[in-house]
């Protein structure tokens, strides 16, 4: 049985990377949070529908307790989900983020170094790639330059750094980094979902407007070079990227360490995002135009193909409408 430590794990990622271990089997799971902005309840929910774990609150910056609990736990890999992950947040607070998301990290590697970890999955973001001056019609891929924007996407790819260097001066410690683009949806089996406060994920912020939990939303800029006018950007099923995090996993067992892109490979409209809203939600809601946001790329596609081409992973819910269902489903919920 695999020892597994997951960071982060009471937050909207981790608990359905957390799901998916628990329904695969096989891993003995200890989950790590300092419920700062995950929940508790949704560790309950996990327990009380797909099987039991230990769950330990702890904060990261805590490094002597972390470094004790992985010397306990000797565990065989970890996956990293733990972070800040507000850009504006990030700009006016940098500090936050390089020591939450880039001390804390180049802490917890150590520890895994130290502790005989071998197997470590990061959770990293497009926001790595900044604002790509081109794009090509199948996607951004891993060799695309990495430029961030914003103290964010810096934090994370300093940490991508971090990982790679401690990986080469070690070898029996190998790594996958994940580049999320846009994650979206909730639990298909409707037992977790996002329940981030103030979240600013579209997705999320049409299905709470179109609940009624918001008045109006915003659409921000309606004059970008895109054919509606409005930002494109790959949506992909959070159950998907779960998956992803398992066949990393296995992965690391023949292969060495990478980075791969994790996204559809397709890209939707805010526009077109809000319209099937509306449709799946039967409420027109309304959604007024607002000024640009600075830093918003006109668009982001991820092309995967790497990870379709180096792993069996295949997305089974690449369907907008579902992904919106989910979402408005979860969030009736809360
Ligand atoms: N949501 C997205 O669209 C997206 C996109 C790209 C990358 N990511 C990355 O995915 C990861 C998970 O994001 P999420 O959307 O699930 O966010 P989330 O806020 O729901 O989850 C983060 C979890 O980490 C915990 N946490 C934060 N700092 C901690 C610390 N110092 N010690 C212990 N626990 C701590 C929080 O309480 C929370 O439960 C992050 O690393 C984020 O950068 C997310």
Redesign the pocket.
Do not use: C, E, P
């Given at each position: 049985m695999q020892k597994i430590l997951i960071?982060?794990?009471?937050?909207?990622?981790?608990?359905?990377v957390t799901k998916e271990l628990l329904k695969r089997g096989g891993y003995d799971i200890t989950v790590?949070?300092?419920?700062?902005?995950?929940?508790a309840e949704?560790i309950e929910r996990l327990k009380e529908h797909y099987g039991d774990f230990k769950f330990i609150k702890?904060?990261?910056?805590d490094w002597k307790d972390v470094q004790d609990l992985m010397q306990r736990g000797k565990f065989d890999a970890v996956i990293?989900?733990?972070?800040?992950?507000v850009v504006p947040e990030s700009v006016e607070n940098p500090l936050k983020y390089y020591l939450?998301?880039t001390a804390?990290t180049a802490h917890l590697i150590k520890a895994s170094i130290e502790s005989g970890v071998k197997k470590f999955i990061?959770?990293?973001?497009?926001?790595v790639y900044g604002e790509p001056e081109s794009i090509p019609k199948t996607g951004i891929t891993e060799e695309a330059e990495t430029k961030p924007i914003n103290p964010?996407g810096h934090s994370?790819l300093m940490s991508e750094q971090v990982l790679r260097d401690a990986a080469a001066a070690h070898p029996g410690f190998k790594y996958v980094a994940l580049?999320?683009?846009?994650?979206?949806g909730a639990d298909v089996g409707g037992k977790i979902g996002?329940?981030?406060k103030n979240a600013t994920?579209l997705i999320k912020v049409a299905a709470e407007t179109a609940l009624g939990k918001r008045e109006k939303m915003y659409i921000f800029g309606d004059d970008y070079s895109t054919p509606d006018g409005t930002c494109i950007r790959d949506y992909i099923h959070v159950d998907d990227l779960s998956a992803a995090h398992l066949e990393a996993l296995d992965y690391l067992e023949e292969h060495e360490s990478d980075v791969f892109n994790v996204g559809y490979g397709r890209g939707y409209s805010v526009k077109e995002v809000i319209d099937t809203m509306r449709k799946v939600s039967g409420n027109d809601f309304i959604a007024e135009i607002a000024p640009r946001r600075a830093g918003d790329p006109a668009m982001l596609i991820a092309d995967s193909s790497k990870l379709k081409n180096q792993t069996p992973w295949r997305p089974k819910y690449d369907d907008l409408e579902l992904i919106c269902k989910t979402a408005l489903d979860w969030e009736r919920k809360l």
């Open positions: 960071t982060g794990g009471a937050g909207y990622i981790g608990s359905h790590v949070d300092n419920l700062s902005t995950g929940f949704t702890l904060d990261l910056s990293h989900f733990a972070a800040a992950l939450n998301n804390n990061f959770s990293s973001t497009a926001a964010y994370k580049r999320y683009f846009n994650v979206a996002q329940s981030t994920h």
